[in-house]
């Protein structure tokens, strides 16, 4: 039973039942679906992890066999979903909302960091950067 109030069952048999009302139900499936939610996050990334050290051809992470272009499609796509997370953010459910902003914000500033865009390149040139 999900509901901490007594519950009178059913007498002539059928399903038994598990909440007190409409409001209680829902209470109930909001705080399973954020347990799921959670879940999910803590759990492995949906894509599994493979150490640089592992020999694998780049094709077999659905990437350019070339290098270089595998390192400009990460980083695309990675920029895109920095975006995706933020825009996720300003949608998600409380707690998970002001985490998708900070995490987009210091990704999003990671990038920046290691690889600016064009504009950012013409703009400033990196002060006690890498060579
Ligand atoms: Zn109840």
Redo the contacts with the bound molecule.
Sequence with gaps: M????P?RQPIHGGRPRR???DS??K?HEARRRRSDVMEALTGPPSWPVILPEVELPLEALNLPSDPDEAVVAVVRDTKADVGRLAVCGSRARGRLAWRCAKASEEIGSVLARYFPTRAALQDTSEPGGQP
């Design positions: 999900e509901c901490d109030e519950l909440f007190c009302g209680c139900r209470k």
